[in-house]
T-cell receptor, first 115, second 116 residues
Framework: AQTVTQSQPEMSVQEAETVTLSCTYDTSESDYYLFWYKQPPSRQMILVIRQEAYKQQNATENRFSVNFQKAAKSFSLKISDSQLGDAAMYFCAYRSVQGAQKLVFGQGTRLTINP | GAGVSQSPSNKVTEKGKDVELRCDPISGHTALYWYRQRLGQGLEFLIYFQGNSAPDKSGLPSDRFSAERTGESVSTLTIQRTQQEDSAVYLC??????????????FGPGTRLTVT
């Protein structure tokens, strides 16, 4: 079974600075998807960024980018120019390409933005 | 268009009572998922529907938990004889559901269940 680990329960960053959230995962599959979700206090899960494992190029979405290291099974999220609206819980998640469609989530990292 | 909706938003029930939680997926989404999120934790998968069949029920924690789906529409998660450990936020998501392709899961706002 796949597992996802986020080792940072809490992180904080000054507004406009850059912060990196860590995620590692364990799988025996060669192809899969990885995701970062944001959960603000409203509880709504919002997809931030995704990465397909067969793609070597790291995904980027505006101020959000990932560092995907397949051999190390590492998938970190970098948020540049942090904004107050980025404050939320961030979850790393894994999904198989074939078969099981469920998302496997990490425990989350609470990100605080200091003005 | 309308997103995934869930009702009720909050539910307080006494230990031992049965509860029903409802999820309305995005129109046209064939796949529907239920997850549970305990306080301060990540989401745990409960069950996955493709149409009205459930090919993956592996996350249901006990036989007190059951779910059904009408066609490619509404789903109901039922918890019988609720226990305090069932207190959590129950999140529903839907997607286009094509295996082998990326298909984003869109989440509802969840139902916060409190068992007293």
């Amino acid at each position: 079974a796949q597992t996802v680990t986020q080792s940072q329960p809490e992180m904080s960053v000054q507004e406009a600075e850059t912060v990196t959230l860590s995620c590692t995962y364990d799988t025996s599959e060669s192809d899969y998807y990885l995701f970062w979700y944001k959960q603000p206090p409203s509880r709504q899960m919002i997809l931030v960024i995704r990465q397909e494992a067969y793609k070597q190029q790291n995904a980027t979405e505006n101020r959000f980018s990932v560092n995907f290291q397949k051999a190390a099974k590492s998938f970190s999220l970098k948020i540049s120019d942090s904004q107050l609206g980025d404050a939320a819980m961030y979850f790393c998640a894994y999904r198989s390409v074939q078969g099981a469609q469920k998302l496997v989530f990490g425990q989350g990292t609470r990100l605080t933005i200091n003005p | 268009g309308a997103g995934v909706s869930q009702s009720p938003s909050n539910k307080v029930t006494e230990k031992g009572k049965d509860v029903e939680l409802r999820c309305d997926p995005i129109s046209g989404h064939t796949a529907l998922y239920w997850y549970r999120q305990r306080l301060g934790q990540g989401l745990e998968f409960l069950i996955y529907f493709q149409g009205n069949s459930a090919p993956d029920k592996s996350g249901l924690p006990s036989d007190r938990f059951s779910a059904e789906r009408t066609g490619e529409s509404v789903s109901t998660l039922t918890i019988q004889r609720t226990q305090q450990e069932d207190s959590a936020v129950y999140l529903c998501a839907s997607s286009l559901g094509y295996s082998g392709s990326f298909n984003e899961q869109y989440f509802g706002p969840g139902t916060r269940l409190t068992v007293t």
